[in-house]
């Protein structure tokens, strides 16, 4: 087991990476006497590893369980006052303790609710999902979408800890843990050439979900998470560099309705829209923009999707990450190290969009 410190300016706190950590989890939450504790999950995830996780209770203090159906649609404000009501009607108090057992959208919509629920009850992170536990689970940002887009409304609230079990992604379907390990491959890339080079080599072990592979790779995208959420908490700097690919990866999808690809696969083609800019600069070495776009091949296959080059760009523009008059990109400038610019032209991404568009093209 590792255990990989988050300090920043607002919070400290430990993230643990290993295996069989439910008893940790129960050990390390001080169950003190009286306290509500609340699991909020989905029902998929429950049916298989509920048993397991209940077992880690002492008999006298089983939590209350709540459930968020699975899917973005739900990560709504309506799901987050109908939880609300469910915890008030259970008798949860200002002392109540939240638990976000689940994949990215359980640990976004439960820090939020945790965040508001009496204006703040204290939670933990226990994400079930290889892009929870690389990122989404570290740093603090909780919250829900609106119609008008993605994670329009939230707030920052840390988790008392965050207990990544790697034991739980033996049951995530082999489409989200390549999502999620594209994620991976961005820390690497942005800023950890040695884990960068390790996903370069054991692809397969990785893929074959071998643990030690795993549990190298998790705690190293961690490990940059923490460090990079320690220097700069609210992004007003260096977190912008965690939005390597997330430029044209949030227009694809917008542009495809969140529907055709999963979110870290929409990032992949976004990482090699920003290495052919990177390329056509001269701010990359081809050999090193080669290894790089080898490596997010390495763990496709990528889904195809169509969209209009006007629409993607049109979607790029909203982005909420741009400021107004320019285009923000993360470019890489080699192996484990990347830059944040500000103006790229329309130009620059209409040539990088019509070129992931024809290799995209269904
Ligand atoms: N807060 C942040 O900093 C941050 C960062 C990145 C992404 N996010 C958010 O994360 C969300 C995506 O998260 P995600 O990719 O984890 O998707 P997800 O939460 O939708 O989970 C993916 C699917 O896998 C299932 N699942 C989860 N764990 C499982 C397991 N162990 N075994 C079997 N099935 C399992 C879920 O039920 C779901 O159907 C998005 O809403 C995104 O906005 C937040
Ligand atoms: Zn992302």
Same mark, same amino acid.
């Given at each position: 087991m590792r255990k990989i410190p988050v300090k920043t300016a607002s919070a400290e706190y430990p993230v643990y990476v290993g295996f069989g950590l439910f008893p940790l989890l129960t050990r390390r939450?001080? #169950?003190?006497?009286?306290r509500r504790v609340f699991v909020l999950t989905s029902p998929e995830i429950w049916a298989l590893w509920g048993k397991r996780f209940l077992a880690a209770f002492p008999r006298g203090a089983q939590p209350t369980t709540l459930f968020l159906p699975a899917?973005?649609?739900?990560?709504?404000l309506a799901q987050v006052e109908r939880l609300a009501g469910e915890m008030a009607a259970a008798g949860?108090?200002?002392s109540g303790l939240l638990i976000a057992f689940g994949g990215g959208i359980v640990g976004d919509l439960g820090g939020f609710l945790a965040a508001i629920y009496m204006r703040g009850i204290e939670y933990v992170q226990a994400p079930t999902t290889l892009l929870a536990q690389v990122?989404?689970?570290?740093?603090g940002k909780t919250g829900v979408n609106l119609a008008a887009g993605k994670n329009l409304i939230g707030s920052f609230h840390h988790p008392l800890a965050v207990f990544a079990d790697i034991?739980?992604?033996?049951? #995530?379907p082999e489409r989200e843990l390549r999502a999620g390990l594209y994620e991976s491959v961005k820390a690497g890339i942005i800023r950890d050439a040695a884990l960068f080079r390790f996903m370069e080599r054991n692809a397969e072990a990785i893929l074959r979900r071998e643990p030690a592979a795993l549990e190298r790779v998790i705690a190293a995208s961690i490990r940059m998470k923490a460090e990079v959420v320690g220097i700069d908490e609210r992004e007003?700097?260096?977190?912008?560099?965690?939005?390597?690919?997330?430029?044209l990866g949030h227009a694809i999808e917008a542009a495809t309705g969140?529907?055709?690809?999963l979110h870290g696969e929409a990032i992949a083609w976004g990482m090699l829209a920003a290495l052919r800019i990177a390329r056509k600069r001269g701010t990359v070495s081809a050999g090193e923009a080669e290894r790089m776009e080898r490596t997010i091949a390495a763990y496709g296959p990528t889904p195809e999707f169509r969209a209009s080059v006007d629409r993607l760009m049109a979607a790029a523009g909203r982005d909420k990450k741009n400021r107004a008059g320019s285009r923000r990109f993360v470019l890489p400038r080699g192996i484990g190290d990347a830059v944040v610019v500000e103006d790229v032209t329309d130009a620059e991404m209409e040539d990088t969009t019509r070129a992931i568009l024809a290799t995209a093209r269904l």
């Amino acid at each position: 087991m590792r255990k990989i410190p988050v300090k920043t300016a607002s919070a400290e706190y430990p993230v643990y990476v290993g295996f069989g950590l439910f008893p940790l989890l129960t050990r390390r939450i001080a #169950l003190k006497s009286g306290r509500r504790v609340f699991v909020l999950t989905s029902p998929e995830i429950w049916a298989l590893w509920g048993k397991r996780f209940l077992a880690a209770f002492p008999r006298g203090a089983q939590p209350t369980t709540l459930f968020l159906p699975a899917g973005e649609p739900y990560k709504r404000l309506a799901q987050v006052e109908r939880l609300a009501g469910e915890m008030a009607a259970a008798g949860a108090d200002r002392s109540g303790l939240l638990i976000a057992f689940g994949g990215g959208i359980v640990g976004d919509l439960g820090g939020f609710l945790a965040a508001i629920y009496m204006r703040g009850i204290e939670y933990v992170q226990a994400p079930t999902t290889l892009l929870a536990q690389v990122d989404s689970s570290v740093g603090g940002k909780t919250g829900v979408n609106l119609a008008a887009g993605k994670n329009l409304i939230g707030s920052f609230h840390h988790p008392l800890a965050v207990f990544a079990d790697i034991d739980v992604l033996q049951t #995530l379907p082999e489409r989200e843990l390549r999502a999620g390990l594209y994620e991976s491959v961005k820390a690497g890339i942005i800023r950890d050439a040695a884990l960068f080079r390790f996903m370069e080599r054991n692809a397969e072990a990785i893929l074959r979900r071998e643990p030690a592979a795993l549990e190298r790779v998790i705690a190293a995208s961690i490990r940059m998470k923490a460090e990079v959420v320690g220097i700069d908490e609210r992004e007003s700097g260096l977190r912008m560099i965690l939005n390597f690919g997330h430029t044209l990866g949030h227009a694809i999808e917008a542009a495809t309705g969140y529907r055709r690809l999963l979110h870290g696969e929409a990032i992949a083609w976004g990482m090699l829209a920003a290495l052919r800019i990177a390329r056509k600069r001269g701010t990359v070495s081809a050999g090193e923009a080669e290894r790089m776009e080898r490596t997010i091949a390495a763990y496709g296959p990528t889904p195809e999707f169509r969209a209009s080059v006007d629409r993607l760009m049109a979607a790029a523009g909203r982005d909420k990450k741009n400021r107004a008059g320019s285009r923000r990109f993360v470019l890489p400038r080699g192996i484990g190290d990347a830059v944040v610019v500000e103006d790229v032209t329309d130009a620059e991404m209409e040539d990088t969009t019509r070129a992931i568009l024809a290799t995209a093209r269904l």
